[in-house]
């Protein structure tokens, strides 16, 4: 979970654990890459606007990097605009939720992108961020 | 002394019928196309015999001709020689014709008439009899020429008095409608008893302009029947052909059939052309500059003699400096014309632009060449797509409409300069090309687009504290997880404290809106500015973060003149941008300090900094220092607004120094109370 705001990343470690999820935390944009790289996450839920490093920057590194490429990666942001979804698509992210968003859902929404993903649904699930499809 | 040559004529005839104890005489003159010959004179004829004698060819069989043809003199004796010699006479003046004498009328060898005498007996004529006849012709053919040379002088001296006049006339006034109507009644009735006057206008109509007589009446009447009667645009003859061809209409003699034909069976016309008893007509173009302008028309009726050549040239050429006169009046007006509009054009906001059907430029206003970037000088005359090399692509979109409809401005961008600029591009055609309006829309659309960019800002900044409080909720809610009693409480804090954050930013939207409508009331109150420094370092150091080491350093600052909520609020803006522009800690200060009868206020930070390039533009409002917004360091884009606005309401300015990388430094400097 990387994200600036604690309180959203609050939100995200409670409800996740609800769903038997652990969470690790970092709150800006470099913390979150170490942590990834280090770590190696089953998903990324991941802010934009972040001071210093944001997180468009955050998602084409780790899609560049060998062993980060295969983290799927949620975006999480106040930014709504259909241009900023595409940039997130093109980014290779795997879902775009939209702040406010519901947090008690999370858990199932993060268990059915894995699960897609594990279908081999993974670039459907990319396009459909820019096609439309409110989560 | 014999003034007109028909006097002249009279004078000699009379004496030489003495001198030679003729019983009678005539003198018969060549007419000027050389054809025909008039008597311009008799004496002692039976006027029923002469009735058919006033005027016969040239080489009609009469003894007259003749002479003139041949140039030598006719001796008859008898009538019955003359009836030998010219059967065809034989029923002429029989009973009192006797001997005859026709002897030619020459200077310098040309023969231009004869003189006859009649008889009233038979006579042979002896030699020196013959002299002295030859004799007496040849003084008097000398003293008609002279009196004809005399004539024709006069004549032409009263032509160059009456083009003298009419130039002067011509150049009186450049009001040329007014000057023509004078002109026809300077041709009346000296030049003619009728003169009219058509122009052509701008559609290609025939228009009377002025119709002159001697009698006004006649002048009235005129009008009406041309009411009655409209010319016929399409005429072979008169103004109307004279206006299509720019060849002079010359009628000597309106033929009969002509009349016949213009008349028909209308016998109210017939009345009317009876009355008028027009003669001889001149029609002559008006011509300037290859263009027929009018026609100015000439005729002779009731008094005036018929038209001769004379009359014709002296005809064109009134015509020809009518022409140059008018030319010259439209010329000026047209050009005073373009010269106020351009003096007008210069001073309006908006590019005009005006081009010919070939799309070269003919008008530039100061204007176009701002938001074009293309001087005056450099555009007239030019082609617009040489330059404006975009011009094609300026325009290709803007829909030309017809002149008097509403303008449909398309808004483009060309580049000026290096810079991009937005111009709103109107175009109106007309008959002699198009028009356009070009309105440089860079500021409002870029005030547009922050406007835009704004709203973005503010619904990305609600919807960070929205998720926060709106998420708090539904975790709090839900009965499927047991929450720990901290996790609660955090939630409930977040809940607290998102919700005031979300207040604020409605709050400065708020307060923006009221600087812009001048809706703020300041109350301006002796303060001191210490004690407010005081209460924003204390209440903003509950919530810095640890790494920012806050303080207040204040030294004896003197009594200021502000609203101390105002300036409370300005100080907590600035403190906590320095705050939050400090992300990696280190020290804020307050530091408030007398300075030359003022008061400075100073926020220090030791954080990102600004760069030099954006340092004047923070303070304006919805500008944002990173507008991609993507660092996260939130705000509504008015804060820095709102404190410039409110510092200024205090009579004080709100100044930055900074250095990228090392900090930034905001000042406010209120006066001190007087």
């Not at chain 1, 702040?99 to 670039?123: C, M, N, Q, T, W």
């Not at chain 2, 009667?229 to 103004?239: I, K, M, N, S, T």
């Not at chain 2, 030294?555 to 907590?572: G, H």
């Amino acid at each position: 979970m990387v994200d600036d705001e604690r309180a959203i990343r609050l939100l995200c470690r409670v409800n996740l654990a609800a769903s038997g999820m652990e969470v690790i935390e970092a709150a800006d944009g470099r913390a979150g890459l170490e942590l990834a790289r280090k770590e190696r996450p089953d998903l990324v839920l991941l802010d934009v606007m972040m001071p210093d490093v944001d997180g468009w920057t955050v998602a084409r590194e780790l899609a560049e990097g060998m062993e980060t490429r295969d983290i799927p990666v949620v975006f999480l942001t106040a930014r709504a605009d259909t241009a900023d979804k595409r940039l997130g698509e093109q980014l290779g992210g795997v879902g775009y939720l939209v702040k406010p968003f519901d947090p008690v859902a999370i858990g199932d929404y993060v268990e059915d992108v894995l699960s897609r993903i594990e279908r081999g649904e993974r670039e459907q699930l990319r396009r459909e961020i820019s096609s439309g499809r409110e989560r | 002394m014999a003034v007109t040559p028909e006097q002249v004529l009279d004078a000699i005839l009379t004496e030489g019928v003495r001198a030679a104890e003729a019983r009678a005489g005539s003198i018969g003159v060549v007419s000027e196309d050389g054809e025909r010959i008039e008597l311009l004179a008799q004496i002692g004829y039976r006027p029923e015999v002469m009735e058919d004698w006033q005027e016969f060819r040239v080489d009609a069989p009469t003894p007259m001709s003749d002479v003139i043809r041949t140039g030598e003199p006719i001796f008859i004796s008898s009538v019955q020689e003359r009836n030998r010699l010219y059967p065809s006479l034989a029923q002429v003046g029989q009973e009192d014709g006797h001997a005859l004498v026709v002897v030619p009328l020459a200077v310098e060898g040309r023969v231009f008439g004869a003189i006859s005498l009649s008889f009233d007996h038979d006579i042979e004529f002896e030699p020196e009899r013959r002299e002295m006849k030859i004799a007496l012709a040849r003084q008097a053919a000398q003293a008609i020429t002279r009196s004809r040379l005399y004539a024709a002088e006069q004549a032409m001296r009263e032509r160059m008095t009456f083009l003298a006049e009419a130039s002067q006339l011509l150049a009186s006034s450049l009001d040329y409608n007014r000057t023509l109507r004078r002109l026809a009644q300077l041709c009346v009735p000296r030049l003619a008893d009728w003169c009219a006057i058509d122009m052509v206008d701008e559609d290609g109509g025939i228009e009377r302009l002025a119709v002159a007589h001697e009698d006004p009446e006649k002048v009235k009447w005129a009008y009406e029947l041309q009411e009655r009667y409209p010319p016929d645009p399409d005429a072979q003859r008169g103004v109307p052909q004279v206006l299509r061809s720019g060849e002079p209409d010359f009628l000597p003699t309106i033929p009969e059939q002509l009349l016949e034909d213009a008349i028909g069976d209308d016998h109210e016309l017939r009345r009317i052309v009876d009355e008028l008893g027009l003669k001889s007509s001149i029609a002559v173009p008006l011509i300037a500059r290859g263009r027929t302008l009018g026609a100015l028309s000439l005729i002779a009726a009731e008094r005036h003699p018929v038209f001769t050549a004379a009359d014709l040239e002296l005809a064109i050429e009134l015509g020809r400096r009518a022409a140059v006169a008018v030319d010259n009046a439209r010329l000026y007006r047209e050009a005073e014309r373009g010269a106020n509009a351009a003096r007008a054009l210069a001073y309006v906001a908006d590019g005009v632009v005006l081009l010919d059907r070939d799309g070269t430029v003919r008008h530039w206003n100061p204007a176009a060449a701002a938001i074009t970037g293309v001087s005056e000088d450099d555009a007239l005359g030019r082609p617009v797509a040489e330059v404006v090399p975009a011009w094609d692509s300026l325009t290709t979109h803007v829909q030309l409409l017809a002149p008097g409809s509403a303008p449909r401005p398309v808004t483009v961008p060309i580049v000026v300069g290096g810079h991009e600029r937005w111009v709103a591009v109107s175009g109106v055609k007309f008959g002699g090309g198009t028009v356009y309006a070009l309105q440089d829309v860079t500021e409002e659309r870029a005030l547009e687009k922050t406007r835009s960019d704004f709203v973005a800002t503010a619904s990305h900044e609600l919807r960070t504290p929205l998720a926060a409080v709106y998420g708090a909720v539904r975790t709090l809610r839900r009965d499927d997880v047991q929450l720990s009693e901290s996790d609660k409480a955090q939630f409930l804090e977040m809940i607290e404290s998102e919700a005031t954050r979300l207040a604020k930013i409605v709050d400065q939207i708020l307060v923006a809106g009221q600087l812009d409508a001048g809706a703020v009331e300041l109350e301006l109150t002796e303060c001191n500015p210490a004690e407010v420094a005081a209460g924003v370092i204390e209440s903003a150091a509950t919530h810095v973060p640890e790494s920012i080491s806050l303080s207040l350093d204040a030294r004896e600052p003197p009594q200021i003149a502000c609203d101390p909520n105002k300036l409370r609020q300005v100080l907590v803006n600035l403190v906590d941008n320095a705050v939050k522009y400090s992300p990696d800690g280190g020290a804020v200060v307050l530091r408030v300090r007398g300075d030359n009868g003022s008061c400075r206020i100073d926020v220090l930070d030791e954080g990102l900094g600004i760069p030099s390039g954006e340092q004047s533009r923070i303070f304006e409002k919805f500008y944002r220092l990173d507008p991609q917004q993507t660092h996260g360091v939130g705000g509504s884009g008015l804060g820095l607004y709102i404190c410039k606005e409110l510092v200024e309401r205090m009579d004080g300015r709100l100044t930055v120094e900074s250095e990228p990388g090392k900090g930034s430094r905001f000042s406010v400097v209120l006066p001190v109370r007087a």
